[in-house]
């Protein structure tokens, strides 16, 4: 069964950085996309950033410049390293992986930017 696990969330001030992280386990196949979408209650959750297994990237246009995503592919592992935060990055963010048609998601990491 393939489980996607994230990491790194927190509380940070304006400014700051933070390092999210998600292994996927339970399969020996490197997931052929994977990425980062974020979610507020009462909104519908909106893709972040996606890399390919190749290392091809794409971003949502409020987090170019200030996030980088990456992952190390021998650890089936995807990265988010987020920095100039703002309040508007809060949200609980989410792993989704994509591989042979199927789609997978972890339990999700809260990210809350405050003062």
């Known amino acids: 069964q393939v489980q996607l696990a994230e990491s790194g969330g927190g509380l940070v001030q304006p400014g700051g950085s933070l390092r999210l992280s998600c292994a996927a386990s339970g399969t020996i196949f490197i997931m052929t996309v994977m990425g980062w979408y974020r979610q507020v209650p009462g909104k519908e959750r909106e893709l972040v950033a996606t890399i390919t297994s190749g290392g091809s990237t794409t971003y949502a246009d409020s987090v170019k410049g200030r996030f980088t995503i990456s992952r190390d592919n021998a650890k089936n592992t995807v990265y988010l390293q987020m920095n100039s935060l703002k309040p508007e990055d809060t949200a609980v963010y989410y792993c989704?992986?994509?591989?042979?048609?199927?789609?997978?998601w972890g339990k999700g990491t809260l990210v809350t930017v405050s003062s």
């Open positions: 989704n992986g994509i591989r042979m048609g199927y789609q997978y």
